[in-house]
């Protein structure tokens, strides 16, 4: 979900190697940290639409991370937001914040703080009791706004990362003058007293899906770290939510990464009996990071478009939705999926459309 300590590829560096950090962070998406020194609040984001431009209709997904790592003398916090248009990505915010005199906590002091600090900044974000949110960013000819009605959280839970809270509201997206209203799935971790600080995720998927009545179907699976795993699905009014930890992520026609040495799946079967789900998926398009974790071994994160089918109690339905992947485990303490190599550098993010 959880964020870089040190210097990793496209990952955050709060003191060590933070101008290179910064400088390659936007080429690496949304994808989720190597390893943290403490556990971090985080605020996930990801909205869900349809639109037409210039006569073509597209499926659009546009994830939202908010992410504040306490430190000895400082909060410091990353706000990240990408596209992706049938599977094209593009980059919207990438904002490195260092913050002192305010707690992890305090989202809305974080950000007046930083406005204090920094006169004329382009960067506005709000949230309010009723989890209503607000994003304003402006920077060169990016004009970005997000915002979202309040809403209650459907599910609450431990992880490994704290307390997760999940819930669905309507959301209205725009960028440089093009307006789309569509759905948004919260995800909001808070740290807790048994919360792992290590941000490792071993081999993780989390799915974001949109269903055609406007419902949302969340799936997090790992395939080492089980206690990650949860299935939900949110419906419009929340009469029929239904969720459970039972869920198998099945990888398939994987690609070999040959700079990381992972092999990187193309498709999934998801299956939930325990809620009624069977899902088949493939990836529109991806965008991917490699990075070295604290242990100096190589890892990938990889934000995904994804379609396909969603069988909900025995119906089959069309689905498009964004599936947020990580590999930083090694089984047995080797390299199942081939050695990685040494260098790290800014050749290491890349993209690709289906």
């Given amino acids: 979900m959880s964020f870089a300590s040190r210097l990793t590829c496209g990952r955050i560096a ?3 190697g933070r101008r290179w950090g910064i400088a390659i962070a936007l080429l690496a998406g ?18 869900l639409g349809r639109t037409t431009f210039l006569f073509r209709d597209y499926a659009l997904v546009v994830p939202v991370d908010v992410k504040r790592q306490p430190l000895p003398k400082e909060v410091f916090v990353e706000i990240k937001a990408w596209g992706a248009w049938n599977g094209s990505w593009v980059p919207y915010i990438y904002e490195p914040l260092e913050v002192t005199g305010v707690m992890p906590d305090d989202l809305n002091g974080i950000i007046a703080r930083y406005r204090q ?16 949110f607000g994003l304003n960013y402006e920077k060169g000819r990016t004009r970005f706004d997000l915002q979202l009605k309040g809403f209650a959280p459907r599910v609450v839970l431990e992880n490994p990362e704290g307390q997760l809270a999940l819930g669905v509201t309507d959301g209205a997206r725009n960028v440089n003058g093009h307006a789309v209203t569509g759905r948004v799935a919260s995800a909001f971790v808070t740290p807790s007293p048994q919360a792992d600080p ?9 799915f974001t899906l949109l269903l055609p009545s406007g419902g949302i179907l ?31 992520v099945s990888w398939l026609k994987p690609g070999r990464d040959a700079e990381s040495g992972r092999d990187i799946p193309t498709a999934w079967s998801v299956q939930a009996p325990e809620v009624g789900i ?20 190589m890892a990938v994160s990889v934000n995904v478009m994804v379609r ?7 119906e089959r339905l069309q689905v498009f939705g964004l599936n947020a992947q990580v590999q930083d485990a090694w089984v047995g303490g080797g390299y199942p999926y081939g050695r990685p190599d040494e260098a790290c550098t800014a050749d290491d993010q890349e993209t690709h459309r289906s």
């Fill in 14 to 16: 709060p003191r060590r």
């Fill in 30 to 47: 949304l994808g989720l940290a190597a390893q943290a020194e403490t556990a971090s609040y985080r605020d996930e984001l990801t909205f």
């Fill in 117 to 132: 600090m920094k006169l004329g900044a382009g960067l506005d974000l709000r949230k309010a009791a009723d989890n209503s």
């Fill in 198 to 206: 290590s941000g490792r995720y071993g081999l993780y998927d989390h």
């Fill in 218 to 248: 969340v799936v997090y699976h790992s395939r080492t770290r089980p206690s990650f795993n949860l299935v939900a699905r949110l419906t419009p009014d929340g009469k029929g939510d239904r969720q459970g930890r039972k869920v198998q």
């Fill in 278 to 297: 069977q899902a088949d998926l493939e990836e529109w398009g991806r965008n991917l990071v490699r990075y070295k974790t604290d242990a100096g071994k």
């Fill in 308 to 314: 396909g089918t969603v069988e909900v109690s025995g």
